[in-house]
């Protein structure tokens, strides 16, 4: 039995990989830099400090990794704050985990966005631990978030199940020993080595029961 699960927040409670996406690549347009094919592939996952410097060094921006972050983070907040998208009905879902269980909230977003996105969705309150990549010696798909909230939960790692969008973020959370619910987003498939790493994959958030999870043993 699962003793807590741990959710991602972009691409399993919030659509936001998209605007992600669309915002750094208008950045990267607007200063300089030269987008790659697999630029979005590698972004997802990243910490802040991470893809800052990705943008400012690999990519060619000519503005400094600490000009980028608070740039870019600037405009995601400034989104927000006009809708954070919603995917189908993640609020009730983790609702209805709250229920059962403790839960936890792993994500590669900056604190401020996390912040916003839990305030807009009025689900502040249903997560006992909540923590940012920005605040974690390294980023997706390295384990450490999802071991820090599992340890300020109070919980072993190996009781608890996350959930997933990402490969990077699979292959975290499979790195911390969590068993891994994945749920693809339609736009980013899962590579083939993440897809073999998840304990179950799901069509949509809509699908993730308590008897889901309960089935993982």
Same mark, same amino acid.
């Given at each position: 039995?699962?003793?807590?699960?741990?959710?991602?927040?972009?691409?399993?409670?919030?659509?936001?990989? /998209?605007?992600?996406?669309?915002?750094?690549?208008?950045?990267?347009?607007?200063?300089?830099?030269?987008?790659?094919?697999?630029?979005?592939?590698?972004?997802? +996952?990243?910490?802040?400090? @991470?893809?800052?410097?990705?943008?400012?060094?690999?990519?060619?921006?000519?503005?400094?990794?600490?000009?980028?972050?608070?740039?870019?983070? =600037?405009?995601?907040?400034?989104?927000? =704050?006009? $809708?954070? /998208?919603?995917?189908?009905?993640?609020?009730?879902?983790?609702?209805?985990?709250? %229920?059962?269980? /403790?839960?936890?909230?792993?994500?590669?977003? /900056?604190?401020?966005?996390?912040?916003?996105?839990? %305030?807009?969705?009025?689900?502040?309150?249903?997560?006992? %631990?909540?923590?940012?990549?920005?605040?974690?010696?390294? +980023?997706?798909?390295?384990?450490?978030?999802?071991?820090?909230?599992?340890? $300020?939960?109070?919980?072993?790692?190996? $009781?608890?199940?996350?959930?997933?969008?990402?490969?990077?973020?699979?292959?975290?959370?499979?790195?911390?020993?969590?068993?891994?619910?994945?749920?693809?987003? +339609?736009?980013?498939?899962?590579?083939?080595?993440? $897809?073999?790493? %998840?304990?179950?994959?799901?069509?949509?958030?809509?699908?993730?029961?308590? @008897?889901?999870?309960?089935?993982?043993?």
């Amino acid at each position: 039995m699962a003793d807590a699960v741990i959710f991602d927040l972009d691409g399993v409670i919030v659509d936001s990989e /998209p605007v992600w996406e669309e915002v750094r690549r208008a950045y990267v347009a607007a200063h300089g830099g030269t987008w790659q094919p697999d630029t979005q592939r590698r972004l997802m +996952g990243m910490s802040t400090g @991470e893809w800052a410097g990705y943008l400012s060094g690999e990519l060619g921006v000519d503005r400094s990794a600490e000009q980028v972050a608070t740039e870019v983070v =600037a405009e995601m907040t400034r989104r927000y =704050a006009e $809708r954070v /998208p919603l995917i189908d009905d993640a609020d009730a879902v983790v609702r209805r985990m709250a %229920a059962r269980w /403790p839960l936890g909230l792993a994500s590669s977003s /900056p604190t401020r966005l996390i912040a916003a996105a839990l %305030a807009a969705t009025g689900l502040a309150d249903a997560f006992g %631990a909540t923590l940012s990549t920005e605040e974690t010696a390294r +980023g997706k798909p390295a384990p450490d978030v999802w071991l820090a909230v599992a340890a $300020r939960l109070g919980v072993d790692p190996a $009781r608890c199940v996350a959930i997933e969008d990402s490969s990077n973020g699979v292959r975290s959370a499979a790195a911390a020993g969590m068993r891994v619910v994945a749920i693809p987003h +339609g736009s980013y498939p899962l590579d083939e080595d993440a $897809r073999a790493l %998840a304990a179950l994959l799901l069509p949509s958030v809509d699908a993730l029961t308590p @008897e889901v999870v309960d089935r993982l043993g």
